[in-house]
């Protein structure tokens, strides 16, 4: 599986060690209870766009742990 732009927060977080990335981008929606009812729905390009987190950056750190754990 590829992680891109349009992959949904939910399938994200269904990979080992996802959760960690991503909160070291410090992704907002981990904690807010609203995401966690619109997490099959929340793609990760908007994500970054709305909190200006660098998309380029998350994506390759989240596809080189991928591997990794592969």
């Given at each position: ?58 994506l ?11």
């Open positions: 599986m590829k992680i891109t732009k349009d992959t949904t927060l939910a399938k994200v977080l269904e990979i080992k060690g996802a959760e960690e990335t991503l909160s070291k981008f410090q992704m907002p929606c981990l904690g807010c209870p609203m995401a966690q009812m619109e997490m099959d729905s929340l793609k990760l390009g908007d994500i970054c766009n709305m909190y200006g987190i660098d998309l380029d950056k998350l390759k750190e989240l596809n080189e742990n991928i591997k990794v754990k592969k």
